[in-house]
């Protein structure tokens, strides 16, 4: 069996497992539709902290202690820790992660973090380097705000483009076992339609998840109804609309299958929270609550997972960069 | 054959290769004593470009050209890329790579992102996943003061403690072939001497570099004097001192044996360079240029390298956190 098909798909012969998941989100997330499903929900952002960026590397060290819990294993029965977020140099996963002694992946790949994280450590568990590994992802609403657009006591006015980023952090423990399974990882590459908005993020990421869905498919040989879900990660109300525009064009026809997990999490209509949620945390925390609880449940056998990223500095955007986006697709079947 | 050996290794039975290796240095760095080896050195530090962070995108890009180049590869030939730097969001490497077209993972380990991409490239090629891989990683003087320290043209006093950014960029190229082979690799853990100095990274990686390389001798076995050489990424004079008199204590005497990039590159002499070269371009053009030569013309036969990376950010450090080290520790033998 092959392992690399077509352009950019890893094929899992004997795939890995996601043997447990956890999640802590922020008060608003526990506001929204899927608070039955989260592990903790903040009573308030700071969550005891001095400020939002030690908050948030709190958040992701007690998802993680919560899933090693859950799992009822011991620190050191952790082969590695890949793990990533919005912060600058990945600090919010370097302090989450500092006093667990395991080795340890910083990886950063924007809001698509969690899947490359999941495509990465599922090759170490397939190649047998490892039995146990924890991926994670985190964002925080303010620290984000704070260090990408504008200060929140400004009360700058958004565009209804624009996304709100979420507070959460997901971890997935990935093993050897009885499945969910992860059987393929399409790895993305960079698109780039030109777009520079900030306050745009699902105009940047949309054409990336296009891509990435369309090459998982022609790789894979599948057609769009193998899959019960096609779930991305951000893109949000414009983002997702520009996805199926896009695909529609090529000949894929994703509408009755798509969903995305800033249109999951919280509900847009009543929580004000523009075009939707985003974040590293989005995608990761609607995954270790929602999907992985409701793939357990046999909602879904196979699911499509698209986490999107936008990589963009704020340097990047004043010395007049675009923003290319990059999306990962990660196929999660249940098995029987 | 076991894959993971002891806490921390991954043991390579399939061995991948470094095919080839390209490398693109600041004018600083060619008046340094390895010029000879390195494909081009920049006759100024802005490489024809409006800015020291376009700059080192465009070096990192022309590394990655000039090594397919020089490998006799298309662009479509390359599996995957690995790479990154120290700017915030790895924006480096973003533009770097994003007209490439090439299925990328972004990753994060600070000084030490050469080694973390060598690692996680050789599991891909170990497992069968990709043929040709390209991981690279950048550091450029200018970009980094500006974001870490202070303005260039405040001409801040720096004490003697302090490395000196590399501007440089390495690449290598990994799939199967001759030689020289990437039998190992050890993972670093995050290690915590609760130091906050950011001008004595040299202190705060030394630790790090000490417990992963007593950790591969341990997990593999082997004594000291396995190694023909036994290279850190960036720790200086301060940090080598160190790190000799840790792993002394423990009963692992280096001393024969340890060199380190950042004191290969310059010149400390003479160059005014305090206590030598850093950053994630220094481990990774010394070991395009003159590491990899070297071993090819027989100079050594079994060469530990080992980056070392200090994992702060300016607002982690305005915060009172410590700086936690990382290093990873990557065993490459020549073969017969």
Known sequence: MNKKIGKQTLQFDNPPSILNTASIVGKKEGEGPLVDYFDEVLEDSMYGEHSWEKAESKMMKQTIDTLIKKSELKEGEIDFIIAGDLLNQVTASTFAVKDLSVPYFGVFGACSTIAEATALGSVLIHGEFAEKIVVAASSHFCSAEKQFRSPLEQGVQRPPTATWTVTGCGALLLGKGNGPYITHATIGKMVDFEINDPYNMGAVMAPAAADVIINHLIDTNRDVNYYDLIITGDLGKVGK???????????????????????????????????????????????????????????????????????????????????????????IERGE
């Not at 199926?244 to 995305?260: A, V």
Request: with cysteine.
């Open 241 to 331: 609309d520009l996805l199926n525009d896009i695909t529609k064009k090529f000949g894929y026809d994703l509408s009755e299958k798509l969903s995305d997990c800033g249109l999951e999490i919280f509900d847009t209509e009543s929580q004000g929270v523009g075009a939707g949620g985003s974040g590293c945390g989005c995608a990761a925390s609607v995954f270790a609550s929602y999907l992985f609880s409701e793939l357990k449940n046999n909602k879904w056998k196979k699911i499509l997972f698209v986490p999107t990223g936008a990589l963009l500095s704020t340097l990047s955007v004043q010395q007049g960069e675009n923003i290319p986006g990059i999306a990962y697709a990660i196929a």
